[in-house]
């Protein structure tokens, strides 16, 4: 039996009615977000990131040359990895999603640079351009609704502002909501159909969310071929809790699958082939021969890497998630249960898809294993379904607001300084951007037009990591000192376990130097 939908104006079960807030204060955490998001621009166009880079191909492909074929940019703009080939033809070897959603993006954008100098617009203000209104924005607004969500089912400004700092900074939704790539996005969607759902048991079950749940869960699939195993799980969750109206989340959910049918129809021969079966660059097509597309049998040893490595973990880059994943776990007793099966099922779907592929490890990333980015915003959702236990208990709320602060300072800086750690480095944080930084290293972004020089060119990134933090801590004295001890000891264990700096590690750390935008005399240009 489906539950019974709550009225739109009463709070969850067993939490008192919130009070009113000022439009500024009910959405500063959020604003915090946004404007991180914003001030930074990581851009290192000699690094020729091809996560990143054959998107931005195939969207100029689309416009230019009106074709998906990305062979006549590659000509124009030099070679590109990540590429599937057909019938002599090459395109992107990603799912469509983020390139097909910035071609009206791009159109008005190139239209109005031709129109103004007569010439193309640059790669640098392409990307721009690209990542801030086709990734950042998008990713901001379902912030929003995140929040929004959280408020309505904890009852708690304290809940709201602690997950939507967490989850918008403190994990892998910040380095990914700053990169035309669609990692972000697809996580966006994906938990974006969950929260659809949530609404429509809101409000007593109307099909237009049902059917709106339904597309986003279908659409995180068009950005990412992974999320299918959370739109499975999403699916699942729908047909449990909603039975015979579940047929109109299916049928929302079928309009983008047809589409992506159709679209590996029209480039591969068939709505079975996809771009990953056809790559060109013989590391990728080594890394996609293995096993079905790539995956294989599931290696706890991978698991165990994913989660809890120095370098790479999941829950040493976001520890706020680990809690959040023991939070799901205790929800399973209580009035959320079903919601809280669902975090944990989808958590586990995209573990063992990890651990099993033969290229589990994605290449240069920061922030944790980016193939399973679409887990950080249910994991964070398991601290609101677990909140009542929480709420008012200082020493529960102060280590998560530490671990959250942790989380902001790792994945912040990791995301606006140099979001492309070579594999080489075991703790990339402390080997990378922190020793750059202090040489004055800074990335592209708001410090730029400004003309700071050096460090003083990052110092618009620390001010709002800095401002996330204070919100995060913003409660009782003891409550701030617990949070500022848990976040400190963390730091610090992350960058103690750090081992000497190998020669290998030298000569990456060159590498990354040898890239590095802007160059002096650039400064005060964006």
């Not at 990953?276 to 706890?300: E, I, K, N, S, T």
């Not at 040493?316 to 776990?329: K, N, T």
């Amino acid at each position: 039996m489906s539950p019974k939908p709550r009225r739109p104006d009463s709070p969850s079960p067993g939490r008192a009615p919130v009070a009113s807030e000022s439009v500024v204060r009910r959405n500063a955490a959020w604003l915090i977000v946004v404007v991180g998001c914003l001030v930074a621009f990581p851009y290192f166009e000699k690094l020729n990131n091809p996560n990143e880079n054959v998107r931005v191909y195939a969207t100029r492909a689309l416009v230019a040359h009106g074709t998906f074929a990305i062979d006549d940019v590659i000509r124009e703009w030099g070679p590109v990895q990540d590429r599937a080939v057909f019938e002599g033809r090459r395109y992107a070897a990603k799912a469509p999603g983020t390139a097909l959603l910035g071609v009206p993006v791009y159109a008005v954008h190139r239209t109005i640079v031709r129109a103004v100098t007569g010439g193309e617009p640059s790669r640098r203000a392409t990307v721009w351009v690209l990542r801030v209104f086709t990734v950042t924005l998008p990713v901001c607004l379902f912030l929003m609704a995140f929040g929004r969500g959280v408020q309505r089912t904890t009852g708690s400004p304290r809940a709201r502002d602690l997950l939507v700092i967490g989850l918008g900074l403190g994990t892998l939704l910040y380095p990914y909501g700053l990169l035309y790539v669609g990692h972000a996005q697809s996580a966006a969607c994906a938990f974006g159909a969950y929260l659809a759902l949530d609404e429509s048991q809101r409000r007593g079950h109307p099909g237009r969310w049902h059917l709106l749940a339904g597309l986003l869960a279908g659409m995180s699939v068009v950005f990412e071929y992974q999320a299918l195993l959370v739109a499975a799980a999403i699916a699942l969750f729908a047909v449990v809790t909603l039975r015979r109206r579940a047929l109109v989340f299916l049928l929302g959910a079928l309009l983008p699958a047809l589409a992506l049918g159709a679209y590996h129809m029209a480039l591969f021969g068939s709505p079975w082939q996809t771009p990953l079966g056809h790559a060109d660059d013989p590391m990728f097509a080594m890394y996609h021969a293995q096993g079905v597309l790539g995956f294989g049998v599931p290696r706890p040893s991978v698991a165990a890497r994913a989660l809890f490595g120095l370098d790479y973990g999941l829950f040493v880059w976001s520890p706020l998630l680990l809690a959040g994943l023991i939070g799901a776990a205790a929800a399973l007793r209580g009035p959320r249960r079903r919601e809280a099966t669902l975090v944990l099922g989808a958590t586990v779907l995209m573990l063992i898809f990890l651990s099993g592929m033969s290229n589990w490890r994605g290449g240069w990333c920061a922030g944790g294993p980016r193939y399973i980015t679409a887990v950080a915003p249910f994991l964070t959702w398991g601290l609101a379904l677990s909140w009542p236990a929480i709420a008012g208990r200082v020493a529960l709320e102060a280590p998560l607001a530490g671990l959250a602060v942790a989380g902001v300072l790792l994945c912040g800086i990791a995301g606006a300084h140099f979001p492309h750690y070579p594999l080489t480095f075991d703790d990339p944080v402390f080997d990378v951007s922190l020793p750059l930084l202090a040489s004055g290293y800074a990335p592209r972004g708001l410090g730029t037009p400004l003309g700071l020089p050096g460090f003083a060119a990052f110092v618009p990134v620390l001010l709002v990591l800095a401002a996330a933090a204070g919100l995060v801590l913003r409660t009782r004295l003891s409550g701030v000192l617990g949070g500022v001890v848990i976040a400190g000891a963390f730091l610090a264990a992350v960058g103690l376990a750090n081992g000497r700096r190998t020669e290998d590690e030298r000569r990456a750390l060159e590498l990354v130097r040898s890239v590095w935008e802007p160059a002096r005399e650039e400064r005060g240009s964006l």
